[in-house]
């Protein structure tokens, strides 16, 4: 990021980055290699640039030491099972470690908080004030705020579906980091991450409004993703992206890549690909969303990958 782009940086945004800033250099002071010195210099000279970096770097290192992962070890030391792809694989599982905890630190206290919420792999049908109903995916988390002059829930985090009673007088708004999505009564699904909002429509219609950008309309059988600043019409394949109500994961000609972060939403832990090549390999595959492990381990199979790693992290690279 360069520096016009760290000036317009939230207070949050800048201590997201430096944190994980912290984390990449601390993995590499505890890499045991040879370049482990140098790495720790840098580490040093990075935490005297302001106290803010020393903070980031302190945090870190309490990370760190939450997730045992004071010393990165090769996972095997046998000269026969190729000590240095194995010592990859750990520093991966490392920094996939410090990353989930640092991120579980800053955002669990604003979830923990939230009216209703679902832990990785759980589903909940929620009956809000009105009569209306929100069924919440995997690692989901909603705010409900109704009032007599309208309907608000805020998507915190995941993924939910909105079956709506029909009220003119109060819209029912959900709100989410890049926008607004408002009805007076439908059934629709509302999806948020990090970098933009997917809904679908599968009964009456919606209107679309990020934050910097013209609202748009959407009708039933409609798929729409939007950023802050603009909305991009996708094809949706209805049947996968609904599949989640009846507890299943569809996949139709999906990337390899984007299979593996679908089913790592459904893991109480991380599953991190190293390597290159998982792009180009498709699935078309029905998992149980339950089993999110099995299904990795089935994929695993059918594309002669390699699944290593610490208790609730896997690291998956091509054989």
């Known amino acids: 990021m360069g520096a016009s782009g760290q000036d317009s940086e939230t207070p949050s945004e800048r201590r997201r980055r430096l944190e994980n800033k912290a984390i990449d250099l601390l993995v590499a002071a505890q890499s045991g290699d040879a370049s482990a010195r140098s790495a720790r210099q840098a580490l040093d000279r990075w935490r005297r640039q302001s106290p803010e970096h020393a903070r980031a770097l302190q945090k870190a290192e309490a990370v760190w030491g939450t997730v045992g992962m004071g010393q990165t070890e090769p996972l095997a030391t046998s000269a026969h099972r190729r000590p240095r792809y194995w010592s990859v694989a750990s520093r991966a599982a490392a920094l996939a470690a410090a990353a989930l ?49 309208g309907r608000q829930v805020t998507l915190l985090a995941g993924e939910a579906l909105f079956e709506v009673q029909s009220d003119p007088s109060r819209p029912f708004i959900v709100t989410t980091p890049q926008g607004t999505v ?138």
């Open 182 to 319: 408002r009805v007076t009564g439908t059934v629709f699904s509302v999806r948020s991450t990090a970098e933009a909002t997917r809904v679908v429509v599968v009964e009456g219609s919606v209107t679309i409004a990020p934050d910097a950008a013209p609202e748009q309309p959407l009708a039933a059988e409609q798929g729409l993703s939007f950023t802050e600043n603009r909305a991009l019409e996708i094809a949706i394949d209805h049947t996968a992206a609904l599949a989640w109500r009846e507890g299943r994961v569809v996949f139709n000609g999906v990337p390899l890549d984007a299979v593996i972060a679908e089913l790592d939403r459904y893991y109480p832990g991380v599953f991190v690909p190293v390597g290159s090549g998982f792009g180009e390999r498709l699935v078309s595959a029905v998992f149980r969303s339950d089993e999110p492990l099995a299904a990795l381990e089935r994929v695993a199979e059918r594309f002669g990958l390699t699944v290593v790693g610490l208790p609730g992290i896997k690291i998956i690279t091509m054989r």
């Open 101 to 149: 905890a640092v991120a579980v630190f800053a955002d669990d206290a604003r979830l923990l908080l939230a009216d209703h919420r679902t832990q990785p792999g759980q589903r909940a049908s929620i009956a809000l004030p009105d009569g209306s109903r929100a069924t919440l995916n995997t690692a989901s988390a909603i705010d409900v705020a109704f009032g007599s002059a």
